[in-house]
């Protein structure tokens, strides 16, 4: 069983910056694709950013050129820094694991970490 805890969200004022970390039970990390996903007030969930096993990378067009993935599979860690933060970044922060053992695959999910953006 995969478990899933993040951590770094917080209060920011409008251009700041955070950082996400994500720590993941078990031992599939390494083999699993992780990502960051968020659901704002009124909203469906939505990607932000991913990680494959491999190292490659996708982003949400809002989060291109401000927020960065990545991982370390030694520590079973995925992180996620946000720069240039703006008020429509604000949101519940969701952590996703990705089994692929099997399919269908399996999705995990983190409890979630709140950001706000706000002056």
């Known amino acids: 069983q995969v478990q899933l805890v993040e951590a770094g969200g917080g209060l920011v004022q409008p251009g700041g910056s955070l950082r996400l970390s994500c720590a993941a039970s078990?031992?599939?990390?390494?083999?699993?694709?992780m990502g960051w996903y968020r659901q704002a007030p009124g909203k469906e969930r939505e990607l932000v950013a991913r990680v494959t096993s491999s190292g490659g990378t996708n982003y949400a067009d809002s989060v291109k050129g401000r927020f960065t993935i990545s991982r370390d599979n030694a520590k079973n860690t995925v992180w996620l820094q946000m720069n240039s933060l703006k008020p429509d970044d604000t949101a519940v922060y969701y952590c996703?694991?990705?089994?692929?053992?099997?399919?269908?695959?399996?999705?995990?999910w983190g409890p979630g970490t709140q950001v706000t953006v706000s002056p």
């Open positions: 078990g031992s599939i990390f390494s083999i699993s694709t």
């Open positions: 996703n694991l990705v089994d692929i053992r099997w399919i269908p695959v399996t999705n995990y």
